[in-house]
């Protein structure tokens, strides 16, 4: 059983594991850095601007920074003495009522309503109400008692603000480590996709249009990238941020912090009823999105006839259908993100915010149990933060089921059978071919080919002719091992294609097909594939031998001349030269021309021929032909008619038995006749 892809995506970040760890320590230093904001801002609040009123105590002189000279005495606060402290009398009370500060000459409670009148205050809790003597202080002797807390007010602002930068540079390392990682993570990805696409059968790439497949290598590792890259960094940063504030609201009060934990089971039901219905959906948009990208390929490239058959209203029906498929499904995508995003965030949001009020509305009911606005102003600030990471998340599911999608579109690819690329050089052989009761079928058990059995010696020319569907091509796909044959066996040099990988027996093999491929690149470039064993001086002597010569040298930058997509400056017959050129720049041993000739001119088909009576010297040609005329001298002769061997010999002994081959000659011969009759 395979693994499920959320567990293969972990699996391959586990290689860049260092890096992310890295980020991610980064990450929890720049959070708790961060986190202690409020509890500095609460410390400020509570202890040094509000903690001037509490109880101060008389001391006999003036002792440290936190003694406060008042009429002739000296005061310090109750929580700041020390045992060095000789204190005078019982101590004394500050309190503030509206904008002014009282002094009790005794200890009063500090909880409670408070009211005022003349030189008298009444304080009132929940057991009873007291009234007390008070004075009160004139503006120049309140500011004594606030002097003390200028510098640790100052020294904790200095320090919230070296934590932010400090924290600043740890989200910078945090977010270039988790990038780089994220980066690195795709590269591999893409790399290794690409690789097994070299190692998948061929018959793959023949029932998947080109667009599907490229939408994998692109589009769905661009989604993958997204979620290393972003989507992983957001939940990641924003869990840690998460159970940071938590954390802090445990600190500053056990109860609000327990009902906050609610907010946990809620995001994990959440995010899996999104995983439910955005998978879903994401599976029909990127498999229609490949489509579209099938469909506009093949459209593209077959722009000239759909515009020569007048189809383009069909199609732009079919590019329509899947258009509006692709809409349909993005629209109920954008359905369930309004339903489940930032808008429903706001409502637990309020909720909770509904919930705290209540929490501390009634708590206040109770005078002794007033909190401090200090505590006020963190719990309402960590509150206010907690739905921040909450939002993040909720945020970056639609690119998470996105990338969930495509992960599982890529892994199908990898999970595809392939064969390990081995390239290690075999000896160049003779190039001595038997075919051993070969029977192969592309599909099940519609075969293409039935018992075949022939020998090809060292340096002949062998031809194989027939009608269309009778298996000749399919005879080159088996021996140039882009299939294998269900029955029989074939054999080089008396060594079977199977023993070596593909890559092998392909080593010392040259192919020309009937529709020549060329890459974007140079002249040159095409002909040496890029390979540094094949010099420059190598691959011209190749174009010349088939004599591209004639019209490479017209050119404006002759042999470098740039070759844009599929070649599309080249006439067909121009293009069938440079492939015809690149096979034999690899001096193969085996020369396999897949009707070579078939779609080109008379004149070019003389210079090839006159090409070929040089280079077959010395190696094996097999042809695959169609003009029957361009084969006579061929050593061997194979008619094939329905998969199926029923002439073989040279062109006399063919013409002699008056068999299929005489008739298909005859029929060409014929034609040739008429046709120059009427030039």
């Not at 002097?147 to 930068?165: A, D, F, N, S, W």
């Not at 080593?507 to 040159?524: A, C, E, N, R, Y």
């Not at 097999?622 to 073989?648: C, P, Y």
């Amino acid at each position: 059983m395979k693994p499920s892809t959320e567990k293969r995506l972990y699996q391959y970040a586990l290689h860049y594991k260092k890096g992310i760890l890295i980020g991610l320590v980064c990450l929890v230093i720049a959070v708790v850095l961060e986190l202690a904001g409020p509890l500095i801002a609460k410390t400020v609040i509570d202890d040094h601007i509000l903690g001037v009123e509490g109880y101060w105590q008389e001391v006999k002189e003036e002792s440290g920074r936190h003694t406060v000279p008042f009429e002739d005495s000296f005061y310090k606060r109750v929580d700041r003495m020390t045992e060095e402290d000789q204190t005078f009398g019982n101590p004394v009370t500050l309190l503030q009522i509206g904008t002014t500060y009282y002094m009790v000459e005794e200890k009063v409670p500090l909880e409670g309503k408070r009211t005022q009148e003349e030189d008298t205050i009444q304080i009132t809790t929940s057991k009873e109400t007291s009234s007390y003597t008070a004075k009160a202080l004139e503006l120049s002797e309140v500011y004594p008692f606030f002097q003390p807390e200028q510098r640790p007010i100052l020294l904790l602002l200095g320090l919230y603000m070296l934590l932010i930068v400090i924290a600043g540079f740890f989200q910078f390392f945090k977010t270039f480590y988790l990038q780089k990682a994220a980066n690195q993570i795709v590269k591999k990805m893409r790399n290794d996709l690409f690789l097994h696409t070299q190692r998948i059968p061929i018959n793959y790439f023949i029932d998947q249009p080109a667009g599907t497949i490229v939408a994998r290598i692109t589009n769905d590792t661009e989604a993958i990238r997204d979620l290393y890259e972003r989507v992983l960094s957001i939940i990641i940063t924003s869990a840690v941020y998460l159970v940071g504030i938590l954390i802090a609201l445990f600190i500053l009060d056990v109860k609000l912090a327990a009902i906050c934990l609610l907010i946990i089971p809620l995001l994990f039901v959440w995010m899996k009823a999104y995983k439910y219905f955005g998978t879903k959906y994401n599976k029909v948009v990127r498999t229609t999105n490949s489509e579209i990208n099938g469909n506009i390929n093949e459209a593209i490239q077959g722009m000239s006839v759909i515009q020569a058959f007048n189809r383009e209203k069909q199609t732009k029906e079919e590019f329509e259908a899947l258009n509006e498929r692709h809409f349909t499904y993005q629209k109920k995508l954008v359905k369930l993100n309004a339903l489940s995003s930032y808008n429903l965030v706001t409502v637990f949001r309020n909720l909770t915010f509904v919930g705290f009020i209540w929490y501390f509305g009634s708590r206040s009911l109770d005078l002794e149990a007033v909190i401090s606005i200090g505590m006020l102003y963190a719990f309402v600030d960590y509150i206010t933060r907690l739905y921040e990471p909450v939002t993040d998340i909720v945020n970056q599911l639609p690119l998470l089921e996105q990338a969930r999608v495509a992960g599982s579109r890529v892994f199908e690819v990898l999970d595809l059978d392939g064969e390990d690329v081995i390239d290690t050089k075999v000896d160049r052989y003779q190039g001595h071919i038997i075919f051993d009761h070969v029977s192969f079928a592309y599909n099940d058990d519609k075969y293409v080919l039935k018992d075949i059995s022939f020998e090809v010696k060292p340096g002949e020319t062998a031809a194989f002719v027939g009608h269309t569907g009778s298996g000749k091509s399919s005879i080159m796909n088996v021996l140039f091992r882009f299939y294998d044959p269900q029955k029989g066996d074939i054999t080089i040099d008396g060594n079977s294609t199977k023993a070596w990988s593909r890559q092998q027996v392909r080593g010392h093999m040259g192919i020309v097909l009937q529709d020549p491929f060329v890459f974007s690149g140079t002249i040159l470039s095409n002909v040496t594939m890029n390979d540094p064993e094949i010099t420059r001086d190598q691959a011209i002597k190749a174009l010349k031998a088939v004599g591209a010569d004639r019209f490479i040298e017209k050119l404006p930058n002759a042999y470098d001349e740039v070759v844009t997509e599929s070649g599309s400056t080249f006439s067909l017959g121009e293009r069938q030269l440079i492939s015809f050129a690149r096979a034999l720049a690899f001096d193969p041993a085996i020369l396999i021309l897949d009707e070579a000739t078939a779609n080109i001119d008379t004149e070019t088909e003389s210079v090839i021929q006159k090409a070929l009576e040089v280079l077959k010297q010395g190696r094996t040609t097999l042809v695959i032909a169609h003009r029957l005329s361009t084969i006579q001298k061929a050593d061997k002769i194979f008619v094939l008619n329905h998969g199926t061997m029923i002439e073989q010999g040279n062109h006399e002994s063919l013409i002699a038995e008056k068999g299929l081959y005489y008739q298909m000659y005859q029929m060409q011969s014929g034609a040739m006749r008429k046709a120059e009759a009427v030039i």
